[in-house]
Protein backbone atom coordinates (compact mmCIF):
# COMPACT_ATOMS: atom_id res chain seq x y z
CA UNK A 1 0.00 0.00 0.00
CA UNK A 2 1.20 3.73 -0.77
CA UNK A 3 0.08 6.62 0.80
CA UNK A 4 1.00 9.76 -0.22
CA UNK A 5 -0.18 13.64 1.44
CA UNK A 6 2.29 15.86 0.07
CA UNK A 7 2.56 19.98 -0.65
CA UNK A 8 5.10 21.51 -2.73
CA UNK A 9 5.23 25.40 -3.75
CA UNK A 10 5.51 25.37 -7.20
CA UNK A 11 6.27 28.02 -9.95
CA UNK A 12 4.90 27.67 -13.19
CA UNK A 13 4.32 29.82 -16.01
CA UNK A 14 0.74 30.66 -14.49
CA UNK A 15 2.59 31.71 -11.63
CA UNK A 16 3.11 30.40 -8.01
CA UNK A 17 0.92 27.37 -7.41
CA UNK A 18 0.41 25.06 -4.73
CA UNK A 19 1.26 21.01 -5.47
CA UNK A 20 -1.40 19.31 -2.70
CA UNK A 21 -1.40 15.41 -3.24
CA UNK A 22 -3.30 13.52 -1.30
CA UNK A 23 -4.32 9.73 -2.79
CA UNK A 24 -3.47 5.99 -2.22
CA UNK A 25 -2.31 3.21 -4.39
CA UNK A 26 -2.61 -0.70 -3.87
CA UNK A 27 0.52 -3.25 -4.55
CA UNK A 28 0.15 -3.92 -8.42
CA UNK A 29 -1.84 -0.84 -9.64
CA UNK A 30 -1.35 0.76 -13.02
CA UNK A 31 -1.70 4.42 -12.31
CA UNK A 32 -2.11 6.97 -14.80
CA UNK A 33 -1.00 11.09 -13.57
CA UNK A 34 -3.24 12.80 -16.46
CA UNK A 35 -3.51 16.68 -16.67
CA UNK A 36 -2.62 19.86 -18.90
CA UNK A 37 1.16 20.88 -18.89
CA UNK A 38 2.51 22.49 -15.83
CA UNK A 39 -0.23 20.97 -13.59
CA UNK A 40 2.26 19.19 -11.28
CA UNK A 41 1.98 15.64 -12.68
CA UNK A 42 6.38 15.31 -13.29
CA UNK A 43 7.15 16.98 -9.94
CA UNK A 44 4.88 14.92 -8.36
CA UNK A 45 6.53 11.88 -9.70
CA UNK A 46 9.85 13.06 -8.99
CA UNK A 47 8.89 13.70 -5.37
CA UNK A 48 7.88 9.64 -5.38
CA UNK A 49 11.81 9.12 -6.21
CA UNK A 50 12.93 11.30 -4.25
CA UNK A 51 14.05 14.09 -6.88
CA UNK A 52 12.33 16.78 -4.85
CA UNK A 53 11.32 17.38 -1.50
CA UNK A 54 7.63 18.18 -0.64
CA UNK A 55 7.45 21.38 1.78
CA UNK A 56 5.32 19.31 3.93
CA UNK A 57 3.69 15.56 4.47
CA UNK A 58 4.53 12.11 4.20
CA UNK A 59 4.84 9.16 2.10
CA UNK A 60 4.40 5.64 3.21
CA UNK A 61 5.48 2.38 1.44
CA UNK A 62 4.59 -0.54 2.73
CA UNK A 63 4.25 1.20 6.14
CA UNK A 64 8.04 2.25 5.43
CA UNK A 65 8.08 5.93 5.35
CA UNK A 66 10.05 7.34 2.96
CA UNK A 67 8.93 11.19 3.51
CA UNK A 68 8.11 13.10 6.57
CA UNK A 69 8.07 16.41 7.22
CA UNK A 70 6.91 16.65 10.80
CA UNK A 71 9.39 13.46 11.90
CA UNK A 72 12.24 15.26 9.50
CA UNK A 73 12.31 11.65 7.39
CA UNK A 74 13.47 12.02 3.68
CA UNK A 75 14.71 8.58 2.32
CA UNK A 76 17.32 9.35 -0.64
CA UNK A 77 16.49 7.80 -3.70
CA UNK A 78 19.04 5.18 -3.67
CA UNK A 79 17.17 3.99 -0.67
CA UNK A 80 13.66 3.93 -2.21
CA UNK A 81 12.76 0.94 -4.70
CA UNK A 82 11.79 2.79 -7.44
CA UNK A 83 12.43 2.25 -11.42
CA UNK A 84 12.40 5.90 -13.19
CA UNK A 85 11.99 6.01 -17.04
CA UNK A 86 12.29 9.62 -18.46
CA UNK A 87 10.91 10.77 -21.20
CA UNK A 88 14.40 11.90 -23.02
CA UNK A 89 16.24 8.38 -22.14
CA UNK A 90 18.85 10.18 -19.22
CA UNK A 91 21.07 7.16 -21.12
CA UNK A 92 25.39 7.42 -20.51
CA UNK A 93 26.77 8.45 -24.36
CA UNK A 94 29.93 6.89 -23.75
CA UNK A 95 28.61 3.63 -22.18
CA UNK A 96 27.08 0.56 -24.29
CA UNK A 97 23.61 -0.88 -23.95
CA UNK A 98 24.51 -3.50 -21.64
CA UNK A 99 26.62 -1.30 -19.64
CA UNK A 100 24.24 1.44 -19.11
CA UNK A 101 21.78 -1.54 -17.99
CA UNK A 102 24.71 -3.43 -15.33
CA UNK A 103 24.87 0.70 -13.89
CA UNK A 104 22.19 0.72 -12.31
CA UNK A 105 22.27 -2.99 -10.51
CA UNK A 106 22.99 -2.48 -7.00
CA UNK A 107 24.67 -5.85 -7.04
CA UNK A 108 26.11 -6.82 -10.54
CA UNK A 109 23.61 -9.97 -12.11
CA UNK A 110 25.03 -10.83 -15.26
CA UNK A 111 22.42 -13.55 -15.11
CA UNK A 112 19.59 -10.75 -14.42
CA UNK A 113 21.36 -8.32 -17.74
CA UNK A 114 20.63 -11.42 -19.97
CA UNK A 115 17.28 -12.18 -19.24
CA UNK A 116 16.49 -8.29 -18.74
CA UNK A 117 18.65 -7.94 -22.60
CA UNK A 118 16.25 -10.73 -23.83
CA UNK A 119 12.74 -9.62 -22.57
CA UNK A 120 13.37 -6.16 -23.64
CA UNK A 121 14.33 -7.70 -27.17
CA UNK A 122 17.98 -5.89 -26.63
CA UNK A 123 20.49 -8.57 -26.94
CA UNK A 124 21.49 -7.74 -30.48
CA UNK A 125 21.94 -4.18 -29.48
CA UNK A 126 23.68 -4.65 -26.44
CA UNK A 127 27.33 -3.71 -27.86
CA UNK A 128 25.84 -0.51 -28.74
CA UNK A 129 26.40 2.79 -27.90
CA UNK A 130 23.00 5.32 -27.69
CA UNK A 131 23.64 7.36 -30.58
CA UNK A 132 23.56 4.35 -32.87
CA UNK A 133 19.52 3.45 -31.65
CA UNK A 134 16.30 4.30 -32.97
CA UNK A 135 14.19 6.56 -30.09
CA UNK A 136 12.19 2.95 -29.38
CA UNK A 137 15.51 0.88 -29.25
CA UNK A 138 16.88 3.80 -26.59
CA UNK A 139 13.35 3.59 -24.65
CA UNK A 140 14.00 0.05 -24.32
CA UNK A 141 16.89 0.56 -22.94
CA UNK A 142 15.63 3.71 -20.38
CA UNK A 143 13.12 0.58 -18.85
CA UNK A 144 15.71 -2.00 -18.77
CA UNK A 145 18.19 -0.11 -16.64
CA UNK A 146 14.71 1.04 -14.78
CA UNK A 147 14.32 -2.62 -14.12
CA UNK A 148 17.64 -3.45 -13.21
CA UNK A 149 17.39 -1.90 -9.54
CA UNK A 150 14.60 -4.22 -9.19
CA UNK A 151 12.00 -1.61 -7.99
CA UNK A 152 9.01 -2.09 -6.43
CA UNK A 153 7.45 0.92 -7.76
CA UNK A 154 8.23 2.28 -11.91
CA UNK A 155 7.45 5.58 -12.74
CA UNK A 156 7.15 6.62 -16.31
CA UNK A 157 7.04 10.34 -17.50
CA UNK A 158 5.52 10.31 -20.60
CA UNK A 159 8.03 7.98 -21.90
CA UNK A 160 6.35 6.86 -25.72
CA UNK A 161 5.11 10.45 -26.30
CA UNK A 162 7.97 11.25 -28.63
CA UNK A 163 7.93 7.41 -30.92
CA UNK A 164 5.76 6.68 -33.51
CA UNK A 165 2.40 5.08 -33.44
CA UNK A 166 3.71 1.69 -34.41
CA UNK A 167 6.40 1.61 -31.72
CA UNK A 168 4.61 3.20 -29.13
CA UNK A 169 1.74 0.07 -29.30
CA UNK A 170 4.44 -2.24 -29.37
CA UNK A 171 6.25 -0.69 -26.27
CA UNK A 172 2.89 -0.42 -24.15
CA UNK A 173 2.20 -4.01 -24.70
CA UNK A 174 5.96 -4.50 -23.05
CA UNK A 175 5.27 -2.50 -20.54
CA UNK A 176 2.06 -3.79 -19.75
CA UNK A 177 3.94 -7.44 -19.84
CA UNK A 178 7.04 -5.95 -16.99
CA UNK A 179 4.01 -4.63 -15.13
CA UNK A 180 2.70 -7.97 -14.34
CA UNK A 181 5.63 -9.88 -14.31
CA UNK A 182 7.59 -7.91 -12.03
CA UNK A 183 4.23 -7.52 -9.58
CA UNK A 184 5.21 -3.68 -9.97
CA UNK A 185 3.06 -0.92 -8.68
CA UNK A 186 3.28 1.61 -11.80
CA UNK A 187 3.02 5.60 -12.17
CA UNK A 188 2.54 6.64 -15.64
CA UNK A 189 2.25 10.46 -16.96
CA UNK A 190 0.32 10.14 -20.23
CA UNK A 191 -1.76 11.99 -22.22
CA UNK A 192 -2.59 9.35 -24.57
CA UNK A 193 -6.35 8.20 -23.61
CA UNK A 194 -5.90 5.05 -25.94
CA UNK A 195 -2.80 3.92 -24.13
CA UNK A 196 -4.35 5.32 -20.57
CA UNK A 197 -7.38 2.94 -21.29
CA UNK A 198 -4.98 0.01 -22.43
CA UNK A 199 -2.58 0.07 -19.50
CA UNK A 200 -4.20 1.32 -15.95
CA UNK A 201 -7.31 0.54 -13.67
CA UNK A 202 -7.02 4.42 -11.95
CA UNK A 203 -6.26 7.40 -13.32
CA UNK A 204 -5.28 10.51 -11.07
CA UNK A 205 -6.39 13.81 -12.91
CA UNK A 206 -4.70 16.89 -11.32
CA UNK A 207 -5.48 20.04 -12.70
CA UNK A 208 -3.48 23.53 -11.47
CA UNK A 209 -1.49 21.18 -8.10
CA UNK A 210 -4.89 19.67 -7.17
CA UNK A 211 -6.78 16.63 -8.17
CA UNK A 212 -9.76 17.21 -9.85
CA UNK A 213 -10.69 13.63 -10.27
CA UNK A 214 -9.62 10.26 -8.98
CA UNK A 215 -10.84 6.79 -10.06
CA UNK A 216 -10.60 4.06 -13.16
CA UNK A 217 -10.01 5.41 -16.73
CA UNK A 218 -13.91 5.35 -17.18
CA UNK A 219 -14.73 7.28 -13.75
CA UNK A 220 -12.79 10.17 -14.75
CA UNK A 221 -13.12 10.58 -18.39
CA UNK A 222 -16.80 9.54 -19.13
CA UNK A 223 -19.72 11.31 -17.33
CA UNK A 224 -21.33 7.45 -17.22
CA UNK A 225 -20.27 3.90 -17.52
CA UNK A 226 -20.75 1.95 -20.45
CA UNK A 227 -21.46 -1.79 -19.97
CA UNK A 228 -20.11 -2.56 -23.74
CA UNK A 229 -18.63 -6.07 -24.27
CA UNK A 230 -15.84 -4.74 -25.96
CA UNK A 231 -14.24 -1.23 -25.41
CA UNK A 232 -11.58 0.60 -27.26
CA UNK A 233 -10.93 4.31 -27.95
CA UNK A 234 -9.83 6.16 -31.24
CA UNK A 235 -9.78 9.70 -33.10
CA UNK A 236 -12.63 10.98 -35.25
CA UNK A 237 -11.03 11.77 -38.73
CA UNK A 238 -13.99 12.42 -40.42
CA UNK A 239 -18.14 13.00 -40.75
CA UNK A 240 -19.97 12.21 -43.49
CA UNK A 241 -24.39 12.35 -43.59
CA UNK A 242 -25.82 9.52 -45.47
CA UNK A 243 -29.25 8.94 -45.60
CA UNK A 244 -30.69 9.44 -42.19
CA UNK A 245 -27.56 8.71 -40.61
CA UNK A 246 -24.08 9.70 -40.31
CA UNK A 247 -20.59 7.54 -40.99
CA UNK A 248 -17.71 8.16 -38.60
CA UNK A 249 -13.90 7.76 -39.79
CA UNK A 250 -11.90 6.56 -36.83
CA UNK A 251 -8.08 6.13 -36.17
CA UNK A 252 -7.91 3.52 -33.41
CA UNK A 253 -4.36 2.62 -32.78
CA UNK A 254 -2.74 1.59 -36.44
CA UNK A 255 -6.20 0.70 -38.12
CA UNK A 256 -9.32 3.20 -39.68
CA UNK A 257 -12.80 2.17 -39.00
CA UNK A 258 -16.32 3.27 -39.61
CA UNK A 259 -19.07 3.31 -37.50
CA UNK A 260 -22.78 4.51 -37.96
CA UNK A 261 -24.23 7.12 -35.45
CA UNK A 262 -27.55 8.76 -34.92
CA UNK A 263 -27.80 12.35 -34.86
CA UNK A 264 -28.36 12.60 -31.30
CA UNK A 265 -24.98 10.70 -30.96
CA UNK A 266 -22.62 13.03 -33.06
CA UNK A 267 -24.15 16.25 -32.01
CA UNK A 268 -21.80 17.03 -29.54
CA UNK A 269 -18.61 15.73 -31.18
CA UNK A 270 -16.15 16.81 -34.07
CA UNK A 271 -13.29 15.90 -35.80
CA UNK A 272 -10.28 15.46 -33.55
CA UNK A 273 -12.52 14.45 -30.79
CA UNK A 274 -11.24 11.32 -28.99
CA UNK A 275 -14.34 8.75 -28.68
CA UNK A 276 -14.60 5.72 -26.32
CA UNK A 277 -16.40 3.04 -28.46
CA UNK A 278 -18.34 0.10 -26.91
CA UNK A 279 -19.95 -3.01 -28.83
CA UNK A 280 -22.60 -4.72 -27.04
CA UNK A 281 -24.01 -7.38 -29.08
CA UNK A 282 -22.87 -6.25 -31.78
CA UNK A 283 -24.33 -3.05 -31.72
CA UNK A 284 -21.56 -0.34 -31.37
CA UNK A 285 -22.35 3.02 -29.00
CA UNK A 286 -19.83 5.54 -28.97
CA UNK A 287 -19.28 8.11 -25.91
CA UNK A 288 -17.08 11.23 -26.07
CA UNK A 289 -14.27 11.58 -23.64
CA UNK A 290 -14.17 14.40 -21.95
CA UNK A 291 -10.81 16.56 -21.48
Do not use: C
Not at 226 to 251: H, Q, R, W
Request: hydrophobic share 40%; aromatic share 8%; no cysteine.
Amino acid sequence: MIEIDIEKKLFSHTGEMNLKIKTSAKKGDFVTVFGESGAGKTTFLRILAGLEKPDEGYIKVDNQVWFDSTAKINLPPQKRKIGFVFQDYALFPNMTVEENILFAMEKKDKKFLENLLELIDLKALKNRKPQTLSGGQKQRVALARAIARKPEILLLDEPLSALDIKTRHILQEEIANIHKQFKLTTFLVSHDYSEIFKLSNKVIYIKNGKILKEGSPEEVFLENRISGKVKFTGEVLSIKKEDIVYVLTVAVGNNIIRVIATEEEIKNIKIGDKLLIAVKAFNPIIFKINS
